[in-house]
C-alpha cells in the first residue's frame, strides 16, 4: 500500500486528498518510511527535516482548506536553492549549515501552492559538473546501479523521485542539469524556455542567460503541472516570458509532429556504444505512434559552438563566484574545476564575450531555420551511460579525449546555448550495468506545452518509470 501511494504521480496524490480518500498525514507517513528505507543507499535527499515537526505539519494540512494542487504533498528543494528555515550548502563547505532566511521565488510558488518541503536535495558543488559528488553531503549514488553516477547537477532529485521518496522535484538547468540525471534515472526532466520560470533578482539580470529552473518527475502530465506552478513573470526581472498553462494541453499524442534526429551531430560529438542504438530504436517507436522522424545533418559548426558555450559559461560562472575566488580565507575550498572554471571566466574580455554571442545568434539563426521543417529536434541526453561514482568527470568517450571537465556534455550545449525548450524522455536501458538513458526532444523557444504533449503520448505508450523501478 505505501509503494502505491508514493509511485502514484502527484496529480493522483492531489485528487486523492481532495477527495479525501488519502489523507497528508498516511503520504508524510508513506514518504519518510520510504526516505528511511532507501535514502542510506542512494543518498538523494539531505537536511531532512524533524520527522515530529513534519507529521505536524502534515495535520495542519489536512485540517486547513487546500491551498492549491500541492496541499499537503512532501517535496524536497535542490540543495542551490534558498527554502527559509533550512540549509542552503550549495555542496560548498564554505556554506555548509547555512541556514536561508528566505524562500526563492520558486520555492515560495510551491509553498504558496501547499507544497510541504522536507529537505533538499543533492547536488555537485555549486552545481558545477553533471555528476552529484561534494564534500558536504558526499555523493547520490544512481539507484538502478548503486557504485555508479546519478547525473547531475540535479541528481538528487533525480534519484529521490527514481525511488519514489517525492512524486516531483524542482532542478535546474545551465549544461544539462534537469536533462542528464533525468536520462539516468529513468524519469522526465524539462528545461522550459528561458525566462518562463524565474531565477532570483540579485546581481545581474539582463546578460546572463543560460541557465534555469525547472521541473522532474516521473510523468509528463506533473511535469506541466509543476511546471505551471514555477512560470510566471517576477516583475523585479526584465526578461519574464507569460505563455498559457501547459497542463490543459498536452493530450492529443503526436501525429505528423516532424522530429529531426541529429545523432551525433555528423560524428562531432563522442558516443559511448549503445546510446546512439537505444535513441533510434526509441525514435522508431515514436514513429509507430504518428511522428515522422528525418535523419538530419549538423545545423551549424560544433566545434564554434562549444567555443561561443565555454566562452559564455566561464564568463558567468567566473562573474558570480569572483568574491570567492579572490578571498584568500575561501579560495582553498573550491574544487579544482570551480578554480579553473571561475578563473578563466575573470579573464574574460568584453570582446571575447562579444565574439561567442555573436556566434550564439548566428546559431540561433540556423536553429531558426531549422524549425521551419521540424516540430522538434532530437538528440541523446548524455553521450555515455552513468559511470563510475568515483570518477570526478570522464576523460574519454569511445576512445575520444575530453579536454575539459565538462566536455562530455556537449551534448547539451545546442538547446542551452539559445533557451530553448526541452523534454528529457526516459527511453529504456543498456550499457554497463543495465542502467537508463534518455533522449533530449527540443523545441523552439515558446513550444513547452507541445513538447509535453509528444512526451505524454510517449508516456502512455511506455511508462519507463513505473515498468523498471530501482
Not at 522536507?118 to 544512481?142: A, M, Q
Not at 532570483?200 to 506552478?229: W, Y
Not at 562549444?306 to 579572490?326: E, K, N
Request: aromatic share 6%; with cysteine; proline share 7%.
Amino acid at each position: 500500500m505505501t509503494d502505491d501511494i508514493l509511485f502514484q504521480g502527484a496529480l493522483a496524490q492531489s485528487n486523492a486528498l481532495a477527495k479525501g480518500t488519502l489523507t497528508a498525514t498516511d503520504l508524510m507517513q508513506a514518504t519518510l518510511a520510504r526516505i528511511s528505507q532507501v535514502n542510506g543507499q542512494v543518498n538523494a535527499v539531505v537536511s531532512l527535516r524533524d520527522a515530529d515537526v513534519l507529521m505536524d505539519e502534515a495535520g495542519a494540512a489536512d485540517a486547513a482548506p487546500r491551498s492549491g494542487w500541492l496541499h499537503g504533498i512532501p517535496i524536497a528543494i535542490k540543495d542551490l536553492a534558498n527554502a527559509k528555515g533550512l540549509p542552503t550548502s550549495m555542496g560548498s563547505p564554505l556554506f555548509a549549515g547555512q541556514v536561508a532566511s528566505q524562500d526563492d521565488v520558486m520555492v515560495a510558488r510551491l509553498r504558496a501552492a501547499g507544497a510541504i518541503v522536507i529537505g533538499k536535495t543533492n547536488t555537485p558543488e555549486f552545481g558545477l559538473g553533471s555528476h552529484t559528488i561534494n564534500p558536504v553531503h558526499g555523493p547520490t549514488h544512481n539507484p538502478y546501479a548503486q557504485g555508479r553516477s546519478a547525473g547531475g547537477s540535479s541528481g538528487g532529485a533525480a534519484a529521490a523521485l527514481a525511488c519514489g521518496m517525492v512524486s516531483v522535484a524542482d532542478g535546474s538547468d545551465m549544461m544539462g542539469s534537469l536533462r542528464n540525471p533525468a536520462g539516468w534515472n529513468n524519469i522526465y526532466g524539462m528545461r522550459p524556455t528561458w525566462g518562463l520560470v524565474p531565477s532570483e533578482p540579485e546581481g545581474d539580470n539582463f546578460l546572463h542567460q543560460l541557465s534555469t529552473n525547472g521541473p522532474m518527475a516521473r510523468n509528463p502530465s506533473d511535469l506541466a503541472a509543476l511546471l505551471d506552478t514555477m512560470a510566471g513573470p517576477d516583475p523585479r526581472q526584465p526578461h519574464g516570458v507569460s505563455q498559457a498553462a501547459s497542463l490543459p494541453q498536452i493530450s492529443g499524442g503526436m501525429d505528423d509532429v516532424r522530429i529531426g534526429w541529429l545523432g551525433s551531430w555528423g560524428g562531432a560529438l563522442p558516443m559511448e556504444h549503445g546510446i546512439l542504438d537505444i535513441s533510434q530504436t526509441a525514435l522508431k517507436q515514436m514513429e509507430s505512434l504518428g511522428a515522422e522522424v528525418t535523419e538530419q545533418s549538423p545545423l551549424f559548426d560544433a566545434d564554434a559552438m562549444w567555443d561561443s558555450w565555454i566562452t559564455l559559461r566561464s564568463w558567468q560562472v567566473g562573474t558570480g563566484l569572483a568574491s570567492i575566488y579572490t578571498d584568500p580565507d575561501k579560495h582553498e575550498f573550491l574544487k579544482e574545476t570551480a578554480r579553473w572554471e571561475i578563473a578563466r571566466g575573470m579573464a574574460m574580455s568584453a570582446v571575447q564575450v562579444h565574439a561567442a554571442s555573436v556566434v550564439r545568434s548566428n546559431w540561433f539563426k540556423s536553429a531558426a531555420k531549422a524549425f521551419e521543417t521540424y516540430d522538434i529536434l532530437a538528440l541523446p541526453s548524455a553521450q555515455l551511460w552513468p559511470f563510475e561514482i568515483t570518477w570526478d568527470y570522464p576523460r574519454e568517450i569511445a576512445g575520444v579525449q575530453m579536454d575539459t571537465y565538462h566536455r562530455w556534455m556537449q551534448v547539451v550545449v545546442p538547446a542551452s546555448l539559445l533557451g530553448l525548450p526541452v523534454v528529457n524522455v526516459p527511453v529504456g536501458f543498456g550499457g554497463p550495468d543495465n542502467t537508463p538513458a534518455g533522449l533530449q526532444l527540443i523545441g523552439k523557444r515558446g513550444s513547452d506545452a507541445a513538447l509535453l504533449r509528444v512526451a505524454q503520448a510517449w508516456h502512455a505508450a511506455t511508462d519507463w518509470p513505473n515498468a523498471r523501478r530501482p
